[in-house]
C-alpha cells in the first residue's frame, strides 16, 4: 500500500457532507447526512487518476493508498445547499513545497482541459433530474467559467469583463493571467484575499470537475 491519502470532512447543519483529499485539488465530493462521504469520494478515484494522468501525475496518483480522515469541521451553508467544501484544512494554510506548488496548479490546468473536453463531446441537450434540472450544455458552460472569473480570479488579483467566458481565445489568454497570478502570490508567500491559496486551488479546480462529471452524467449521446 502506498501513502494514504488526507481527507478534511465537513459536515453541514442539516443536510449534507463533504469529503475533500485536499492535496488533490479537484476530489471532492458529498453525499447527505447520514450517508458514507468517504465512500462517495474513493467511488470517483477512477475519474480523478484520469485528471491526474493529464497532469502528469498519473503514476503518483495510482501509487498513492487509501483515503484517510485526518480532520472533520462543522461546514457553511453552502455545504448545505450545494455540497461544496467552505473549509480551509489546516494543512492548506502551511506553505506549499514547490513541488506541491506545481503538482497543484497542473491539476487545476488539467481540471480546465477536463472540463473543455467534456463539455466539447456531450450532447447540448442534457438528461434532465436531480444533477442540474434542466439547465443545457451552455448554460453550465457559462456558469462554470462565468463563477470563476466574476469570483474566484479576483481572488488573485485577475480581472477581465464576463464576456470572456464567451470567447474561447480571450479564455485562454486569462487562464493563462489567472495561472501566473497563482504562481506570483506563491512565490511571494501571499494568500488569494481572505482564503488560503491552497484551498483557491481546490475550490476552481472542484468546480471544473464538478460540472465536466455532471456534464458526462447527464451526456445524451449515448441515448436514453
Not at 481527507?7 to 485536499?22: D, H, I, M, N, P
Not at 436531480?130 to 448554460?139: A, L, M
Amino acid at each position: 500500500m502506498g501513502a494514504p491519502i488526507r481527507v478534511l470532512l465537513e459536515t453541514g447543519k442539516k443536510k449534507r457532507v463533504v469529503a475533500s483529499a485536499f492535496d488533490w485539488p479537484g476530489w471532492d465530493r458529498s453525499t447527505k447526512i447520514g450517508g458514507d462521504a468517504v465512500a462517495v469520494l474513493d467511488s470517483y478515484r477512477p475519474r480523478f487518476a484520469k485528471v491526474a494522468e493529464l497532469a502528469g501525475y498519473g503514476e503518483e496518483f495510482e501509487s498513492l493508498g487509501a483515503l484517510d480522515v485526518v480532520e472533520e469541521v462543522e461546514g457553511i451553508g453552502m455545504t448545505d445547499y450545494y455540497g461544496v467544501s467552505g473549509r480551509t484544512a489546516t494543512a492548506e494554510l502551511d506553505p506549499m513545497t514547490d513541488a506541491d506548488f506545481e503538482r497543484k496548479l497542473a491539476l487545476l490546468q488539467a481540471a480546465w482541459a477536463t472540463f473543455d473536453d467534456t463539455a466539447a463531446r456531450v450532447s447540448h441537450e442534457l438528461r434532465k433530474g436531480p444533477r442540474g434540472g434542466g439547465r443545457d450544455k451552455d448554460h453550465i458552460i457559462r456558469h462554470a467559467n462565468g463563477a470563476e472569473i466574476d469570483e474566484l480570479a479576483r481572488k488573485v488579483g485577475v480581472r477581465v469583463p464576463l464576456e470572456t467566458r464567451d470567447d474561447p481565445s480571450a479564455l485562454r489568454a486569462y487562464r493563462a493571467a489567472f495561472a501566473d497570478a497563482i504562481r506570483e502570490h506563491h512565490e511571494q508567500g501571499e494568500a488569494a484575499g481572505r482564503w488560503a491559496l491552497q484551498f483557491l486551488i481546490r475550490r476552481c479546480a472542484w468546480h471544473m470537475l464538478d460540472h465536466a462529471w455532471e456534464l458526462e452524467d447527464r451526456d445524451l449521446t449515448g441515448g436514453e
